[in-house]
């Protein structure tokens, strides 16, 4: 087989693959949007509360009105890779998200979570709580957070009973318990939304949707409605301390929830990855500009198009609004790097795109020979996971790293389920195996200070230490980068230093497959991503490197105040169940 034929064949997918994320289908779409409308009068009440207007889109904020505008924008980011269908990073973010206002929830209702309980039955029964008497909950309604969580490389294949549920709207009854599950099997690669990411990674999306769109985009939805519903809980709560008590009634009207915004994604050009010759283009900054331009006209009382705008219209207008500030930062990060470098390198940028693309598209097409094999699952989920870490890690955004993670894990198992077929099956066969238990298993015990700090960023409940986690990431960086380049290339780092990785084993997968395939696989990764002399070295260096950090510890928590108080009601409560056993 040649690989002229192969590389042709994978630049192909790739383009078709952008060329449906066009065209989604209104199963994945209609869901999302009219959930997105159910932030109503929100953006209006944080400039009202003296929100950073100016915000980068992917920062948590310093303060407390910053931080929960920094959930709706996780929101938004969240919907723009579902638009694109790329369900496995978009559920990375709104899984965390989910936590994160679970625990505020926690706080405001006095639930702890309790010693050996799932992560799943903590937050549903911390969401029934504060949502029993909603709206009328914010009377309760304080500062942030807390609870305890296992880290990423110790979560288990947990299965919660059903829990309470909580309604929505006027009639809609969801699950939290389910829907904290869901998304956290299709993030360990197991579950029935596994199809979503052979749809994005195998069948390129132009085969017909899955099941799976229509149950996940629902249920998705179901997860961002909750999420800014705990915000406008908070912000209500805000208003009435600032004394601004017109604003509640309108934050919290409970119109706004499962209103039918239509079949109709923002424009493709607005969510594309953020490059020179893509979502930078003069042209498409041109109509980000206008659009932001007329959500501030809108939110001073105004009518930019000399008439209301309809509802899909609106929920578009929030849509924009946030892409604008995105495309901001970013064009001030290339400012920012010229000015410490002296240069700005666009050729490198896309020698970079075109690496992760051959290693998305190698993966993607293994998934698809593989269809059916638990191997093909993790090919599917390792390709869709460093799509969307790539378009992430173009915006800032952390939640590129917990997108690595997903790629590490899946990674793991595609290793262990070519090479160690009877190993691969006893931990699939285990309730009690672990991330870390794959990623040992695939003989890269080497990676544990990696697998810890990644599974750092994969959260965002109290227990999170992300300064620690990020100081791993810039030690286990090569040598050759300048000490004070480590702090900017951390995360760029971890993404190469993965796909590198997911090269190797999709090389490795193929030769398996078929002697032919792995050698054409080889033949292009060794002509147009990397020798494969480089290959092979980099991915021991890696491991060699990650070892002498096996022992850092993460520091800090990254979250204080009331998270503080709570992880002790934690430990109170963990003390006097191993007392009463």
């Known amino acids: 087989m040649g690989s002229k034929y192969v590389l042709e064949a994978l630049i192909a997918r790739n383009n078709a693959r952008m060329l449906a994320a066009n065209e989604m289908p209104a199963e994945a779409v209609e869901p999302i949007m009219s959930a997105l409308l159910s932030i109503g ?113 110790e979560e288990t294949e947990h299965h919660s009973t059903a829990g309470p549920s909580i309604t929505i709207g006027l009639d809609h009854e969801v699950n939290p318990v389910a829907l904290m599950e869901s998304m956290s099997d299709l993030l360990h690669g197991r579950g029935p939304w596994i199809e979503l990411a052979h749809w994005e990674a195998g069948g390129i999306l132009n085969t017909e949707p899955p099941a799976a769109v229509k149950d996940a985009s629902e249920k998705l939805a179901d997860v961002i409605t909750l999420i800014l519903r705990q915000i406008r809980l908070c912000l209500a709560t805000l208003a009435e301390e600032q004394g601004k008590s017109d604003l509640p009634p309108k934050i ?66 929030h849509f924009y609004e946030r892409r604008a500030r995105a495309v901001k930062w970013a064009l001030k990060a290339f400012v920012i790097e010229k000015e410490r470098t002296g240069n700005l390198d666009f050729k490198y940028l896309e020698e970079r795109d075109f690496r992760y693309m051959v290693g ?45 993670r997903v790629l590490l894990e899946q990674c793991a198992r595609m290793r262990v389920w070519t090479e160690k077929p009877e190993k691969a099956e006893k931990l699939a066969g285990s309730l009690s195996t672990t991330p870390k238990d794959w990623v040992k298993a695939a003989g890269w015990n080497r990676l544990r200070a990696l697998t810890k700090a990644l599974g750092e960023f994969s959260h965002a409940h109290a227990n999170v230490r992300f300064d620690g986690a990020r ?111």
């Not at 509802?311 to 207008?317: G, K, V, Y």
């Not at 997968?509 to 290959?535: C, H, P, Q, W």
């Open 41 to 153: 009068y929100t953006d209006f009440a944080f400039r009202q509360l003296g929100v950073t207007r100016d915000r980068a889109p992917s920062s948590y904020g310093d303060s407390w009105i910053d931080h929960l505008a920094w959930g709706t924008d996780s929101i938004y980011a969240a919907a723009r890779l579902i638009f694109c269908g790329q369900y496995m990073g978009a559920t990375a973010i709104l899984r965390s998200q989910f936590e994160r206002w679970a625990e505020n929830a926690a706080y405001n209702t006095g639930i702890v979570h309790r010693s050996g309980e799932s992560a799943a039955s903590f937050v549903g029964r911390s969401w029934a709580k504060c949502h029993d008497n909603y709206p009328f909950a914010r009377s309760a309604i304080r500062n942030p957070e807390a609870a305890n969580h296992e880290s990423w490389d």
């Open 252 to 317: 919290l009207s409970m119109s706004f929830e499962r209103e039918y915004a239509g079949p109709t994604a923002p424009k493709f050009w607005s969510m594309v990855p953020l490059l020179p010759k893509a979502g930078l283009r003069p042209e498409v900054v041109a109509g980000l500009e206008d659009a932001a331009r007329a959500h501030a006209e809108v939110m001073i009382g105004r009518r930019p198009a000399g008439r209301l705008y309809r509802d899909d219209e609106f929920a578009h207008l």
């Open 360 to 404: 998305g598209e190698m993966a993607g097409i293994l998934s698809v020979w593989l269809k059916g094999n638990p191997a093909g699952d993790a090919a599917a989920s390792c390709s869709s996971a460093l799509r969307s870490a790539y378009w992430l890690w173009l915006e800032d955004d952390d939640r590129a790293l917990a997108a690595l």
């Open 471 to 581: 100081e791993i990431l810039e030690k286990i960086q090569s040598g050759d980068v300048e000490p004070d380049d480590v702090v900017y290339m951390a995360r760029g780092h971890a993404l190469d230093a993965l796909t590198v990785l997911l090269l190797s084993e999709s090389v490795n997968t193929a030769s398996k497959i078929s002697a032919s395939i792995g050698d054409a696989f080889m033949r292009i990764v060794d002509d147009v991503v990397i020798s494969k002399e480089n290959l092979a070295t980099r991915r021991e260096d890696l491991l060699n490197r990650t070892l002498t950090q096996s022992d850092t510890p993460l520091g800090d928590y990254s979250f204080h105040g009331p998270a503080d108080a709570l992880r002790s009601a934690h430990n109170s409560e963990s003390v006097a169940s191993d007392s009463a056993s």
